[in-house]
Nanobody, 123 residues
Framework: VQLQASGGGLVQTGGSLRLSCAAS????????MAWFRQAPGKEREFLAR?????????????YYAGSVQGRFAISSDNAKNMVYLQMNSLKPEDTAVYYC????????????WGHGTLVTVSS
């Protein structure tokens, strides 16, 4: 599975961005997609995940880290094998490189990672 994240950029505090993650390759084995981020000098942080049923990119539930609950929303497009992260009410501490990741059946943690997209929130 190949993952390509996009949509990062510079935004002011309180603004919004939508990140996209395009998946290609053997996506039928993917049962979960997630977003993570890593800020300079910090460890990678889980943000949100969405689960799929029966090989289709839909039908499962979502789960969020407490730090983004209520501000970020993860969604998927079954027809396009895309996953999105809508980010609202952005804060300077949201500045980081954002990564999408895929987990195949038989794995308990992501086994595919995309290149990151940089989000910078100015104060």
């Amino acid at each position: 599975v190949q993952l390509q994240a996009s949509g990062g950029g510079l935004v002011q505090t309180g603004g919004s961005l939508r990140l996209s993650c395009a998946a290609s390759g053997r996506t039928s084995s993917t049962y979960r997609m997630a977003w993570f981020r890593q800020a300079p000098g910090k460890e990678r942080e889980f943000l949100a995940r969405i689960s799929f049923l029966d090989g289709a990119w839909e039908g499962g539930g979502t789960y969020y880290a407490g730090s983004v609950q209520g501000r970020f929303a993860i969604s998927s497009d079954n027809a396009k094998n895309m996953v999105y992260l809508q980010m609202n009410s952005l804060k300077p501490e949201d500045t980081a490189v954002y990564y999408c990741a895929a987990t195949d059946r038989g794995f308990t943690s992501p086994n595919y990672w995309g290149h990151g997209t940089l989000v910078t929130v100015s104060s």
